[in-house]
């Protein structure tokens, strides 16, 4: 699930921007962000994997994944210049985002949660952005010998 989803990020272009991609818990996210690239998106590894057996044979994947989008920010700046420099650029980074899940060959679903969490100054080097919680089904088509 991880590979498909960091394939997903390294096509993302939204607002011009490449996107850089991380994984971990939060505190050893945290721990990157003063070397992390900017804009970025957050792979929390409390996300969960899920498999379905099909009587066809094959073993189906499924994840709830939980993504953080995220936009360099300052301490100083007013809700409006938050919402103008991260909030506004990271709603077209996580459209654009579910928009190549739809396209994608090995995305057979994606249900996306509709409340989006709002974060201002999330990391120890101030990044703002969007939680953004979804289950993607993967498109697996090899059935298991066993």
């Known amino acids: 699930m991880l590979t498909t989803v960091r394939n997903i990020i390294s096509q993302m272009t939204a607002n011009g921007d490449t996107f850089s991609f991380e994984c971990g818990l939060k505190g050893y996210l945290n721990l990157l962000a003063d070397e992390m690239a900017f804009p970025a998106v957050l792979f929390d590894f ?6 379905d057996p099909k009587e066809s044979g094959f073993i189906g994947e499924n994840g709830n994944i939980v993504l953080y989008f995220l936009y360099k920010s300052e301490l100083e700046w007013t809700p409006t210049e938050q919402n103008d420099n991260c909030i506004v650029p990271t709603v077209a980074a996580i459209r654009q985002f579910i928009s190549l899940c739809k396209d994608s060959d090995d995305i057979d679903e994606i249900i996306v949660n509709n409340d989006g969490v709002l ?24 059935s298991v010998c066993i």
Do not use: P
């Not at 974060?119 to 090899?142: M, P, R, W, Y």
């Open 46 to 51: 409390n996300s969960t994997l899920g498999f």
């Open 119 to 142: 974060h201002f100054n999330l990391l120890d080097e101030c990044a703002s952005g969007i939680q953004l919680t979804f289950k993607i089904t993967k498109n697996v088509n090899k």
